[in-house]
Nanobody, 123 residues
Framework: VQLQASGGGLVQAGGSLRLSCTAS????????MGWFRQAPGKEREFVAA?????????LYAETVKGRFTISRDNGKNTMYLQMTSLKVEDTGTYYC????????????????WGQGTLVTVSS
């Protein structure tokens, strides 16, 4: 399955963005999904993960809990990451990923990765 992340951009601190991850080639519904991010000079880190159906468990990194919301619309073959109260430290390239088995925050467990979309939060 090919994943395409979009929706990144430049936003001021305190602002909001919604990222989308659209699949082509196959339906997204059999896959658990996740968002990861990588800041310049840092390792890729987990952001959020959602199950096949969007039901529990839904996981968030502590750094984004309460500010970010992950969701999916299998009918549209799309996953979303609604980001609010953005902080400068949220800056980075955001990647979406899909896994056949539930992988949660474990990046090596994901089978497919999108190309990333850049989010820049200015102070």
């Amino acid at each position: 399955v090919q994943l395409q992340a979009s929706g990144g951009g430049l936003v001021q601190a305190g602002g909001s963005l919604r990222l989308s991850c659209t699949a082509s080639g196959r339906t997204l519904s059999p896959y658990a999904m996740g968002w990861f991010r990588q800041a310049p000079g840092k390792e890729r880190e987990f952001v959020a993960a959602i199950t096949y159906t969007g039901s529990v468990p839904i996981l968030y990194a502590e750094t984004v809990k309460g500010r970010f919301t992950i969701s999916r619309d299998n009918g549209k073959n799309t996953m979303y990451l609604q980001m609010t109260s953005l902080k400068v430290e949220d800056t980075g390239t955001y990647y979406c990923a899909a896994s056949v088995r539930w992988s949660g925050s474990y990046a090596p467990g994901y089978d497919y990765w999108g190309q990333g979309t850049l989010v820049t939060v200015s102070s």
